[in-house]
């Protein structure tokens, strides 16, 4: 046990739990008025439902004992043996603060995924989803990269979860928009209330330090590392979306400079403990550059992924971990990517992008499947046209 | 009497308030609406994807006056709001009958 890795982990496991009412602030602002307390909603019943079964049962799977490379065991289930102990692999630090750090990204994925269904999914069928969603989906994955399962034996680089957190909630989120049908198109989709949003997006930056450089697991020069190269890269990530938002449209926004600057933090999630700091501002100007054509992809495939988790996470996800397989150097953290000559590595980084787009979303078109058959997945019409606030919750944002 | 539903843009409250103050003309209400008129309405652009927005916001102030005050009140509103680009707005002029105080029963001009 370490002081100074344990005092650092615990002011992590804060800031990344800050991160998912900030989600509610930054997803809530992009909604439309009717909806911003329903689109909230999904982050704090996250808080709330994911934190439980994590407890329960979802850290035993992704972190207990490796069964085949596929799953965890049941060594922790109901947090048994977790309470003064530590776990493999974070050593220097009591199993409760690493379990603790676990959790809330647990939560921040789940919550994540709630951009796409915004605005017409039941809440009923979308708190059922989410809760399944953790074990059939979320719980493997994390063991697969993390908790020493397949994609980890195969070497596959996640420094704090390009796959597990950013691809695999957007795959989830391509299959929600996929399952649920598009919004019903009353008036602008125009945003409700950006300066929301831009406090939302600044206190994701924030409490992705703790997500990042926390990812390290102690407290020395991997954290470091990790804590600047994920603030080159989101501010890298501002100026990529800026240039070409620029360019394209006549105008640079604040909404693009936030979607920008989140764009870099994803990009840079996978590889911020591997990569070279000059790396991780080309990593993130580019993530912003290609996020901004991944919000368009929607346009032209005719989804509707209301809030651009797909743009975003997932093109960013996919992009950061195959700039990981490119840039990662053995001078940061002991593995080499393709351009320093080991090309192997972008092709265990592009297995993984595969398995993670593939699995998640069959996953979870099958679960909306499943929960299809007991209840209807969308709101009446008459419900998406006054709004979920009212029609879900019996209340409303904004009183004026 | 002639009743003025004068429609502006957004931030010309104030030069519509001065130049009927100045004229001497007081009372004057304001709602805020959204309309289009023949410049129809504009684009935003949100995360590179362009939304139209078919109706703008506007302010609608109305006023009543005396019908000798008319065209030095018309011609006031239109001097202090114009910008000469689409968009500055319209004013619509129609016949009042009658105006009551209702504290003290004054009818007429008496009551404006």
């Known amino acids: ?400 | 009497m002639k009743k003025l539903q004068i429609i502006v843009r957004p931030g010309m409250l104030d030069a519509v308030r001065e130049a009927l103050q100045g004229l001497g003309i007081l009372g004057l209400n304001y709602t805020e609406i959204h309309g289009y008129g023949r410049q129809m309405g504009h684009t935003e652009v949100y995360r590179g994807n362009v939304m139209q927005v078919d109706f703008l916001p506007k302010l609608s102030c109305e006023v009543v006056l005396d019908d000798e005050k008319l065209e030095s009140a018309i011609t006031a509103i239109c001097d202090a709001t114009r910008t000469g680009h689409v968009g500055d707005g319209k004013i619509f002029v129609t016949e009042v009958l009658d105006a009551i105080r209702i504290r003290t029963g004054e009818r007429g001009k008496a009551a404006l």
Request: charged share 10%; aromatic share 12%.
């Open chain 1, 1 to 400: 046990m370490n002081v100074a890795d344990t005092s650092f982990m615990l002011i992590s496991v804060t800031f990344v739990m800050l991160m998912t009412p900030a989600l509610a602030l930054f997803y809530g602002g992009l909604s439309r008025a009717r909806n911003m307390l329903a689109t909230s909603m999904y982050s704090y019943a996250s808080l709330g439902a994911i934190t439980v079964l994590w407890a329960l049962a979802g850290y035993t799977l992704s972190f207990g004992g490796d069964l085949n490379g596929l799953i965890g065991d049941f060594s922790y289930l109901g947090l048994a043996n977790v309470s003064g102990g530590v776990h493999a692999n974070a050593p220097t630090i009591p199993h409760t603060v690493f379990m603790a750090f676990q959790c809330m990204f647990a939560v921040l994925t789940v919550a994540l995924i709630s951009g796409s269904y915004a605005g017409r999914i039941r809440f009923s069928a979308m708190l059922l989803f989410s809760c399944l969603w953790l074990f059939v989906c979320y719980c493997p994955m994390a063991h697969w990269v993390w908790g020493g399962g397949w994609l980890a034996k195969l070497g596959a680089l996640d420094f704090a979860g390009g796959a597990v957190v950013h691809m695999a909630s957007a795959a989830a989120a391509l299959a929600a928009a996929m399952a649920l049908g598009p919004r019903k198109k009353i008036g602008s989709f125009a945003p409700n209330n950006l300066p929301l949003t831009l406090l939302g997006g600044g206190i994701l930056w924030f409490g992705w330090f703790g997500f990042n450089a926390g990812s390290a697991l102690t407290s020395g020069n991997l954290a470091g590392h990790a804590l600047l190269t994920t603030h080159l890269a989101t501010a890298s990530g501002i100026l990529g979306w800026m240039c070409i938002e620029w360019k394209k449209t006549g105008k640079p926004t604040t909404l693009g400079v936030i979607s920008g600057a989140l764009a870099g933090l994803v990009a840079i999630t996978p590889g911020a403990g591997f990569i070279p700091l000059w790396a991780s501002m080309l990593t993130g100007f580019l993530g912003g550059l290609i996020c901004y054509l991944g919000v368009l992809l929607k346009n032209r495939l005719g989804y509707d992924d209301a809030l651009d988790v797909v743009g975003i996470h997932g093109v960013g996800g996919t992009w950061g971990a195959l700039a990981t397989g490119l840039f990662a150097s053995s001078a940061v953290n002991g593995v080499d990517g393709l351009f320093f000559g080991n090309s192997w590595q972008f092709v265990v980084q592009a297995i993984s992008v595969v398995a993670t787009w593939a699995y998640v979303y069959v996953m979870s078109r099958l679960l909306f499947w499943g929960i299809s058959c007991i209840m209807p997945l969308r709101v009446s019409p008459d419900a998406e046209h006054v709004g979920l606030d009212l029609s879900e919750h019996n209340e409303r944002a904004y009183s004026l």
